[in-house]
C-alpha cells in the first residue's frame, strides 16, 4: 500500500465526526461571549447522535462547526478523518435545517438536483438519482409540484432528499422538525430512522425534545448553557423502532434518563463528562453482554 | 457608537469620492471631448462641450454669485444669482409644504377611509393606482384655471394642489398598508379587550403604521417639491425656482452656468424635503419595529 | 376566477367610476361651469373624436420617447444594480447618490440637457426619462440581489458553491419579482416624465406639447383630451409592464390587476 491509499482506507475507517477541545467564542456588543467550551466527542460512522440543552447551549453552533460554517475559534474537527474544510470541499456532509430553504421557483425534482447541479453531475444521472431520492421519501407523485404547494412536512421531506443527494457518509440536522405538528413529526422521525438505516448515514441530530432524541438516536449528548459544554452522553438501546417503540418501557427509562441529565444542569463540569463518558463505555459493554 | 461613526464616516468618504469622480468625468470630457458632441447615426449621444453646453464646476460655482442681471426678473434687493435662487427656493418650498400637508391629510383620511370599510378599499384602491400609474400631472396646465371664479383664490394655490396630488398618494398606499399591519394575534387582543374601533385605531394601527408611514411621507415630500416645480412651469407662476429655471433657460445660450445653479437649487429642495422627513422618522423611532428602521 | 369573485372585485370600481363620470357632467351641465375651468366629459369625448388622429400622432412621439427611455434606463438601472451588489464597495458610493437623485426633481433637468444637446433634439427628453426610469429599477434590483435568507446563505456554503453559483441559482432568481416591481413603477414614471418634460421647452411634438398649445389656444376640452391621450398612453405602458410580469413569472406575479 502506498502512503495515499493508506491515508484513503484510513479515511474509510476513521470516525464520522471526531471532535477535540473544540472551542469558540463570538465577540459581542459587550465583550466576549463563550458559545462552546472544552468539546470532545466521536462520532461513529452510522452512528446516530442528538444533540440537545437548553437554548443557548450552543448545540446548533456546534452543529455549524462540524459542518464547516463557522470556524472554532480553538480545537480540532475532524469528519471522516479530513479536517471541517476538507470535507466541505469534498461534500461529505449533507445538510438539512429547521427552515427547509427550498428554492420555491424550482420543482421538487429540480430542488433536490440541486447540489449535483451545482457539483456537474450530468443531466441524466441527475433525474435517476432525484426519482430513487422522491421515491425514498415518498413524494413520488409531487416530483413536478412546487414548494409552496406543498405542506410543512413534506417540504421538510424535499429537504432531507436533497442533503440525501450526494449520498453523504454524514447527515447534518439543526431542529428539522422543529416547526411541524406532533403527528407529523412522529411520523418523519419513523421515516428519518428508516431512511439513516438504509443508506447508513451517521446522523447529528439537533433538537429540543427529549422523546425525539430519544426515539431517534444510539446517543443522546445533552449540553449546558453559558458556556457551551457537553455535560453527559446517555447511550440509548431501543433497537428496531416501530410505533409501539413510544410506548415500550424502555423508551420511558430512556427519557427520563435524558431529562435527569438536563435537570442536573449545571453540574461541575470535567468530572461530569469523565463519568458519562465512563458510563457510556460501560454501558456499551453490557449492551454487547 | 465608535463603530457606528467610524461606519458612517466611511460612507461619507464613499459618497464623496463618487461625486469627485462624476466631476472628474464631467471636467474631462468638458476639456477633452469633441466640440460638437459625439454623434452616432446622426443622432447626438454625447453633449457638446462648448462652454455655452458645459460650463466648467468651477463656473457654475462661480455663477451663484453673479449679479442678478436686472430687469429680466425682479427681485426687490437681492443682487446675487444666489439670492435669486434662496429667494425662489423658499417661495418654492413654502407652496410645497402647503401641498404636502394637503396631500398626507388627505392620503391618510383615504387610507383611514379604506381601513374602515372595505368596499371603499375595493372601489377606491384601483383609482388610487391608476392615479399614479398615467399623467394627470399633465393636467397642471389645465388646473391654473381652476378658482378663478372664486375670489379668495390665488394662483400659488393651484401650484400646491398639484403637489398634493403628487403627495397623496404614497401616504394613501403605505398608510394602507401599515394600518393593515397589525398581527392577528393583536387584533385579536384588541378584540377581546371589547376596545373600540376608535381605540383600536389610536392604540394598535396608528402606532404600527409609522413604520410604512416614515418612507411615504419621504416620497411624498419628494413629490411635493416636483410637483411644484413642473406647475409652476406649466402654470407659469413667478418667484419659484421652477420659474427661475426657465427664465434662466431663456438666457442659457449666452450664459449657462446660472440654468445650473437654479436646476442645483431644485436639487437641494428636494433633498431638504427629504431630509426633513428624516427629523420627524428620528422622533418617532419608538415606533419603529426591532432593529430594522425602514 | 369564478363569476362572484369577478363581480365582487370589479363592480365596486365601475360602479364608482360610472358614478364619477355621470355626477361630473351632471355637475357641469347643472351648475353651468364655464369649460375653461372644467369641460364636461362629452365635449372631452367629442374633442376626442374630432382631433383623433393627431393625438394618436402626438402620443406616438411621446410614446417613443418614453420606450427608449425606459429601456436606457432599465438597462442601466440592472448593470448598475447588479455592479453594486457585487462590489460592496461600488455599492456604497453609488447609493446614496441614486438616493439623492431620487428626491430630486428630475424633469429640471429638461432644459438644462437641451442646452447641452441641442433644443431640436429628443435626446434629452429620453436622457430625462431614462433617469426617472433608472431609480426604481436600481432600487429594486439592488435589494433583490442583496437579500440572501440565512438558512440558504448556509446551504450554498454547505456546497461549497463559488459567488457566481449563488448568484446564478439563489440571487437572480429571487431578483426577478423585484425587478419587475421597478419595471411597473418605472413604466408609469417613463410616460410621466416622456410628457411632463415637454412642458420645459424643446421639440414641440408629443402630447404635452398639444396640451399647453390648447390651453394657449384656450381650446380646453382640446387639452383635456391629450390629458385623456397621455393617460391611455399611460395605461398601456403599465399594463403592458404587468402582462410581462405575469409572462415571465406565472403564479410568482405580485402585480395586482
Given at each position: ?12 475507517t476513521a ?8 472551542h ?5 456588543r ?6 462552546l ?11 446516530f ?22 470556524q ?13 474544510r476538507?470535507?466541505?470541499l ?8 429547521q ?9 421538487v425534482?429540480?430542488?433536490?438536483e ?16 432525484a426519482?430513487?431520492?422522491i421515491?425514498l421519501?415518498?413524494?413520488?407523485e ?10 410543512g412536512?413534506?417540504?421538510q ?11 453523504p ?5 439543526d ?17 428519518l ?5 438504509e443508506t447508513?448515514?451517521a ?5 429540543h425534545?427529549i ?6 438516536s ?7 448553557a453559558?458556556?457551551?459544554r ?29 431529562r435527569?441529565a438536563?435537570?442536573?444542569?449545571p ?9 458519562s463518558v ?12 | 457608537?465608535?463603530v ?10 464613499l459618497?464623496?469620492?463618487a461625486?469627485a ?9 468638458k476639456?477633452w ?15 457638446r ?5 458645459m ?7 462661480h455663477?451663484?454669485?453673479k449679479?442678478?442681471?436686472g430687469?429680466a ?26 401641498g404636502?400637508?394637503?396631500g ?14 372595505a368596499?371603499?378599499?375595493r372601489?377606491?384602491?384601483p383609482?388610487v ?6 399623467p ?5 396646465p ?8 372664486w ?6 394655490m393651484?401650484?400646491?394642489v ?7 398618494f ?19 387582543y ?8 376608535w381605540?383600536?385605531l389610536?392604540r ?14 419621504r ?6 417639491v416636483?410637483?411644484?416645480i ?23 445660450t449666452g ?10 437649487g ?10 426633513a422627513?428624516?427629523?420627524v ?9 426591532g432593529?430594522?428602521?425602514? | ?9 370589479l363592480?365596486p370600481?365601475i ?32 374633442s ?5 388622429s393627431?393625438?394618436v400622432?402626438?402620443a406616438?412621439?411621446?410614446g ?17 444594480a447588479?455592479?453594486?451588489?457585487r ?7 453609488v ?12 424633469v ?14 429628443t ?8 433617469l ?10 439592488l435589494?433583490?440581489?442583496?437579500q ?20 446564478r441559482v ?16 418605472a ?7 416622456a ?11 408629443g402630447?404635452?406639447?398639444r ?11 382640446g ?5 385623456l391621450?397621455?393617460v ?10 404587468v402582462?410581462l ?7 410568482r406575479a405580485?402585480?395586482?390587476?
Amino acid at each position: 500500500m502506498t502512503e495515499a491509499e493508506q491515508a484513503e482506507s484510513g479515511a474509510v475507517t476513521a470516525p464520522a465526526v471526531e471532535l477535540h477541545a473544540v472551542h469558540k467564542s463570538f465577540t459581542a456588543r459587550r465583550g466576549t461571549v463563550v458559545a462552546l467550551a472544552d468539546v470532545d466527542l466521536t462520532i461513529e460512522r452510522g452512528e446516530f447522535v442528538s444533540l440537545i440543552g437548553p437554548s443557548g447551549c450552543g448545540k446548533s453552533t456546534l452543529l455549524r462547526v462540524i459542518a464547516d460554517l463557522l470556524q472554532p475559534s480553538g480545537g480540532e474537527v475532524q469528519v471522516n478523518g479530513k479536517p471541517a474544510r476538507r470535507a466541505r470541499l469534498d461534500q461529505d456532509y449533507g445538510i438539512a435545517f429547521q427552515q427547509a430553504g427550498l428554492l420555491d421557483w424550482r420543482t421538487v425534482q429540480a430542488n433536490i438536483e440541486l447540489p449535483l447541479e451545482l457539483h456537474g453531475v450530468d443531466r441524466a444521472e441527475r433525474h435517476a438519482r432525484a426519482e430513487e431520492l422522491i421515491e425514498l421519501v415518498g413524494l413520488t407523485e409531487f416530483a413536478r409540484h412546487r414548494p409552496p404547494q406543498l405542506s410543512g412536512g413534506m417540504q421538510q421531506r424535499v429537504a432531507i432528499a436533497r442533503a440525501l443527494a450526494e449520498s453523504p457518509a454524514l447527515l447534518l440536522m439543526d431542529e428539522p422538525f422543529g416547526a411541524l405538528d406532533e403527528m407529523t413529526r412522529e411520523r418523519m422521525q419513523n421515516e428519518l430512522v428508516r431512511i439513516a438505516g438504509e443508506t447508513g448515514a451517521a446522523v447529528v441530530f439537533v433538537t429540543h425534545s427529549i422523546p425525539e432524541a430519544v426515539f431517534l438516536s444510539d446517543r443522546v449528548v445533552v449540553m449546558s448553557a453559558r458556556p457551551g459544554r457537553i455535560v453527559n452522553v446517555v447511550p440509548i438501546g431501543l433497537g428496531a423502532r416501530t410505533d409501539d417503540t413510544r410506548e415500550a418501557p424502555g423508551f420511558y427509562a430512556a427519557i427520563t434518563q435524558v431529562r435527569e441529565a438536563l435537570r442536573g444542569l449545571p453540574v461541575p463540569q470535567t468530572v461530569e463528562v469523565g463519568v458519562s463518558v465512563e458510563n457510556a463505555l460501560r454501558n456499551s459493554a453490557e449492551g454487547a453482554l | 457608537m465608535r463603530v457606528r461613526t467610524g461606519r458612517w464616516a466611511g460612507r461619507a468618504v464613499l459618497v464623496a469620492i463618487a461625486l469627485a469622480a462624476l466631476g472628474a468625468i464631467w471636467e474631462v470630457y468638458k476639456d477633452w471631448g469633441p466640440t460638437d458632441g459625439v454623434k452616432l447615426f446622426g443622432e447626438r449621444i454625447l453633449p457638446r462641450t462648448t462652454a455655452a453646453a458645459m460650463p466648467h464646476l468651477a463656473d457654475i460655482w462661480h455663477a451663484f454669485g453673479k449679479p442678478e442681471i436686472g430687469g429680466a426678473i425682479s427681485f426687490g434687493s437681492t443682487n446675487t444669482v444666489l439670492d435669486s435662487v434662496v429667494d425662489a427656493g423658499v417661495h418654492t418650498l413654502r407652496w410645497a409644504a402647503v401641498g404636502f400637508a394637503i396631500g398626507v391629510v388627505v392620503g391618510m383620511l383615504l387610507a383611514l377611509l379604506m381601513n374602515r370599510l372595505a368596499v371603499f378599499e375595493r372601489a377606491l384602491m384601483p383609482y388610487v393606482v391608476l392615479s399614479q400609474t398615467v399623467p394627470l400631472i399633465a393636467l397642471a396646465p389645465l388646473v391654473a384655471k381652476w378658482g378663478q371664479g372664486w375670489s379668495f383664490w390665488d394662483r400659488w394655490m393651484s401650484v400646491s394642489v398639484i403637489a398634493a396630488y403628487l403627495a397623496f398618494f404614497p401616504v394613501a398606499v403605505g398608510m394602507a398598508r401599515g394600518l393593515s399591519s397589525p398581527s392577528a394575534v393583536h387584533a385579536d387582543y384588541f378584540r377581546c379587550s371589547a376596545a373600540g374601533w376608535w381605540q383600536t385605531l389610536v392604540r394598535l394601527k396608528l402606532p404600527s403604521s409609522v413604520p410604512f408611514l416614515i418612507p411615504s411621507l419621504r416620497l411624498a415630500a419628494a413629490g411635493a417639491v416636483v410637483g411644484t416645480i413642473v406647475a409652476e412651469i406649466s402654470t407659469g407662476l413667478p418667484d419659484g425656482v421652477g420659474k427661475l429655471i426657465l427664465d434662466y433657460s431663456q438666457q442659457a445660450t449666452g450664459d449657462p452656468s446660472r440654468l445650473y445653479a437654479a436646476v442645483i437649487g431644485a436639487a437641494v429642495l428636494g433633498l431638504a424635503a427629504a431630509a426633513a422627513v428624516t427629523v420627524v422618522d428620528l422622533a418617532l423611532w419608538r415606533y419603529h419595529r426591532g432593529a430594522t428602521s425602514r | 376566477m369564478n363569476l362572484r369573485r369577478v363581480g365582487v372585485t370589479l363592480l365596486p370600481p365601475i360602479v364608482f367610476g360610472v358614478l364619477f363620470v355621470g355626477g361630473w357632467q351632471a355637475f357641469v351641465r347643472l351648475e353651468d361651469v364655464r369649460t375653461f375651468v372644467l369641460p364636461a366629459p362629452s365635449d372631452i369625448w367629442h374633442s376626442v373624436t374630432e382631433a383623433h388622429s393627431r393625438i394618436v400622432t402626438a402620443a406616438g412621439h411621446s410614446g417613443l420617447n418614453a420606450l427608449v427611455g425606459l429601456l436606457t434606463g432599465v438597462i442601466l438601472g440592472v448593470a448598475l444594480a447588479a455592479l453594486a451588489a457585487r462590489l460592496p464597495i461600488l455599492g456604497g458610493a453609488v447609493t446614496p447618490v441614486v438616493a439623492a437623485l431620487a428626491a430630486m426633481p428630475i424633469v429640471a433637468l429638461a432644459p438644462l440637457l437641451n442646452n447641452m444637446y441641442s433644443p431640436l433634439s429628443t435626446l434629452p427628453r429620453r436622457e430625462v426619462v431614462a433617469l426617472s426610469a433608472f431609480v426604481p429599477v436600481f432600487f429594486n434590483v439592488l435589494r433583490g440581489l442583496s437579500q440572501l435568507a440565512p438558512v440558504h446563505r448556509e446551504l450554498m456554503q454547505s456546497y461549497a458553491a463559488s459567488q457566481t453559483a449563488v448568484l446564478r441559482v439563489i440571487r437572480i432568481p429571487n431578483a426577478l419579482p423585484h425587478f419587475f416591481t421597478g419595471l411597473r413603477i418605472a413604466s408609469s414614471l417613463a410616460v410621466i416624465a416622456a410628457v411632463v418634460s415637454e412642458y420645459f421647452g424643446g421639440l414641440q411634438d408629443g402630447l404635452g406639447s398639444r396640451i399647453t398649445s390648447s390651453v394657449g389656444a384656450s381650446d380646453y376640452p382640446g387639452a383635456w383630451a391629450s390629458v385623456l391621450g397621455s393617460v391611455v398612453l399611460g395605461l398601456v405602458f403599465y399594463i403592458a409592464a404587468v402582462l410581462l410580469e405575469r409572462l415571465v413569472l406565472g403564479s410568482r406575479a405580485t402585480s395586482p390587476v
